[in-house]
């Protein structure tokens, strides 16, 4: 069998470009290589977490959720209630409201997917389901879509981070955003490069952002960064598909990324000691729960 294995970017293009192949099937390619698992098998599990992906936007938007902690609760409906009125339009807003709703099932202990991480699996479902739905978009579409967002996401891992503690929120929200403008560009139509492209915007986007968790929990500000992670993968989608480009290639970008979560003071990383994490308000907040504890 051939090895259709990638580790960056430029390797991943030049799959594609020999095979005449969208990043999609270069990922299944890639791990049919790995001979774990024929195809068959791959597409059973990316069907699964496309189930479990909408399962959660509906218990998101359709039943109560609130964490005890009293840091989030039903925010994604009241943005929902909002729809009409919203200046975004209601495509957006759907979107958005869903990737809160994601992250509102996980604070309540339900079942999500991480992708690529819990604190951001808001995102890529959002993007990937709302637009599926709003364009008659087939299961086999969307499951190429969530094939496509695997392997940026498995480049970035490679290469830098998809943790907050090793990475700040860059690495989480900024990685899902990036999984999920690849994927809509390819399910827009976009070429391989221009997935690249939409990828790399998106990281750039957010670059440094830190993670910086009222209380150490994937609350405040975690859910609503899954709001504007969803906002900015539909933005660099559209920015990529009018034919605005990366200046800076997705590889040299991910490479920024991870040399500057090296750079981020710890307390700046997940640990719940820097940014809004120290505030009075939220040093309030995290006492309140330690005694409720």
């Known amino acids: 069998m051939i090895d259709h294995t990638f580790t960056n970017g430029q390797e991943l293009l030049a799959i594609c470009h020999s095979e005449q192949i969208p990043i999609s099937e270069a990922a299944i390619l890639a791990e049919l290589s790995r001979e774990e698992m024929d195809r068959d098998g791959i597409m059973s599990e990316m069907r699964l977490d496309l189930e479990v992906m909408r399962e959660s936007i509906r218990v998101g938007l359709e039943e ?3 964490s005890i ?9 009241k943005l929902m209630a909002f729809t009409d009125s919203a200046v ?7 979107i958005v409201a869903s990737a809160m709703a994601v992250t509102e099932v996980n604070a309540s202990m339900g079942r999500i997917v991480a992708a690529p991480t819990a604190g951001a699996s808001g995102i890529l479902p959002a993007v990937l389901i709302q637009y599926g739905d709003a364009h008659d978009l087939s299961e086999e579409q969307l499951i190429a879509g969530l094939c496509n967002a695997g392997a940026i996401g498995m480049i970035i891992a490679r290469n830098a981070s998809i943790a907050g503690a090793s990475g700040g929120c860059q690495a989480e929200t900024g990685s899902a955003a990036a999984m999920a403008a ?15 492209h939409a990828a790399a915007i998106a990281l750039k986007n957010v670059m440094g952002l830190v993670c910086d968790p009222v209380a150490g929990l994937v609350e405040c500000p975690c859910i609503k960064r899954n709001a504007i992670g969803a906002a900015n993968a539909v933005l660099c989608s559209d920015m990529v598909m009018a034919g605005i480009e990366s200046i800076i290639p997705f590889d040299e970008v991910v490479t920024a990324m991870r040399n500057v979560g090296r750079m981020m003071h710890p307390d700046l990383r997940e640990t719940a000691r820097g940014g809004i994490a120290a505030t009075p308000t939220a040093q309030k907040i995290a006492e309140k729960i330690r005694s409720i504890e």
């Open 88 to 94: 975004m339009g209601r495509e957006m807003t759907r």
């Open 69 to 77: 902690t009293g840091l989030m609760g039903e925010d994604a409906d």
């Open 182 to 196: 690849s994927a809509l560009t390819e399910l827009r139509g976009g070429t391989p490069e221009m997935c690249l």
């Open 64 to 66: 109560q959720q609130v």
